[in-house]
């Protein structure tokens, strides 16, 4: 499984219930209306109440993290305040993961118990992102590199040296900032976007240096060279260029695997690039969007407010055949006859 296990109560009769999956954005704008958009939120809450004798309307991990994003203890009050209102709506229904095959159950738990766990464990949790192909070392000819090369810097105060040592301390800053910092993000999807695969990596290397090389460069480069795909062409190819990247890491793809690191793939490509802004839409935010595209997949409805999300997950659903209807609010509204 993906994230976190967080131990909850299976009930048998609801595993398998028609459900519709709401944004964490939805459900705030139906516990506080938006002033231009109130007619709208109010309608969609009282539409969910009449829907819920013939659906669920489960939450997920995804609702959990996003509630716990820029969290401090002192706002817990506020935290069970909007998760007492999530409840009138989901009734402690929560989307889970069978572990076996990555199925989709509906099972139920309490969101505040489900939150103060992930909470706990978030603290808890040690990273270990050292990469087990970056075992090698030599020295790179600053003079080729790029200054625009998401390393340059490092690279530069560290005289050249690729090692693992020097690897491993670059993910660990890399992860202590990226997933915040737009600015170390933006320039790393900008890199990758003009990638020059003839000229860039012109280095000299030992046998085993160009091994993993070409074994990388076989693994990313359908995805690099879709960078001129219109939608229709890269919706057909993505299954493919899914499974060579995500296969250089992963012996099994699982289906969460797909939709939730794949989501946060697509935003790599130009396409697909979402405009990043300091404390919004980080890859944090991307990457918690992945999982509502997951969590969403097996229900009727995805219902989002946040059009980027909406085109990527559709892209998402599209490639896979997955027939949930990814639609807005008022889109949403008109669907049924109240």
């Known amino acids: 499984m993906l994230g976190e296990r967080i131990k909850i109560q299976i009930n048998p009769s609801v595993l398998n219930d028609k459900y519709i999956y709401l944004d964490w954005n939805v459900i705030k704008y139906m516990k506080e209306p938006r002033s231009d958009k109130r007619d709208i939120d109010n309608r969609l809450r009282d539409a969910v109440y009449r829907l819920k004798k013939k659906y669920k309307f489960p939450y997920s991990m995804a609702h959990i993290k996003d509630r716990a994003n820029n969290y401090v203890s002192k706002y817990h009050d506020k935290v069970k305040e909007d998760f007492a209102f999530a409840e009138s709506v989901n009734d402690s229904f929560c989307l889970g993961i069978n572990n076996n095959d990555a199925t989709l159950v509906i099972v139920?738990?309490?969101?505040?118990?489900?939150?103060?766990?992930?909470i706990l464990s978030k603290k808890e949790k040690e990273c270990s992102i050292l990469n087990q192909y970056l075992t090698c070392s030599f020295r790179i000819d600053m003079n080729q590199m790029d200054a625009s090369?998401?390393?340059y810097d490092f690279f530069k105060a560290h005289d050249g040296?690729?090692?693992v040592e020097n690897m491993e301390m670059f993910l660990q800053e890399m992860y202590d900032s990226i997933f915040q910092d737009?600015?170390?993000?933006?320039?790393?999807?900008?890199y990758i976007a003009k990638m020059d695969l003839d000229n860039d990596l012109k280095q000299v290397y030992s046998l085993s240096e160009q091994m993993k090389l070409d074994r990388l460069l076989y693994h990313i480069f359908p995805f690099l060279d879709s960078f001129q795909d219109d939608s229709e062409t890269l919706m057909k190819k993505?299954?493919?260029?899914?499974?060579?990247w995500f296969s250089l890491n992963n012996e099994y793809l699982r289906h969460d695997l797909l939709?939730?690191?794949?989501?946060?793939?697509?935003?790599?490509?130009?396409?697909f690039n979402d405009k990043?802004?300091?404390?919004?839409?980080?890859?944090d935010n991307i990457i918690r969007d992945g999982n509502?595209?997951?969590?969403?997949?097996?229900?009727?409805?995805?219902?989002?407010?946040?059009?980027?999300?909406?085109k990527k997950t559709a892209f998402i659903y599209g490639a896979y055949g997955i027939r949930t209807k990814v639609i807005c609010e008022t889109e949403f509204l008109n669907c049924f006859d109240f």
């Not at 993505?238 to 060579?244: D, G, L, N, T, V």
Request: charge should be positive; proline fraction near 4%.
């Open 182 to 190: 737009t600015i170390k993000y933006k320039q790393f999807r900008a």
């Open 161 to 163: 040296e690729y090692s």
């Open 276 to 283: 990043l802004k300091k404390g919004k839409n980080t890859l």
């Open 149 to 151: 090369h998401p390393m």
């Open 108 to 118: 139920k738990e309490s969101m505040i118990k489900c939150f103060d766990e992930y």
């Open 259 to 271: 939709l939730i690191q794949g989501y946060t793939l697509l935003d790599m490509h130009p396409l």
């Open 238 to 244: 993505w299954p493919k260029i899914a499974e060579r």
């Open 292 to 310: 509502h595209c997951f969590y969403a997949s097996n229900a009727n409805y995805f219902v989002s407010e946040d059009a980027n999300t909406r």
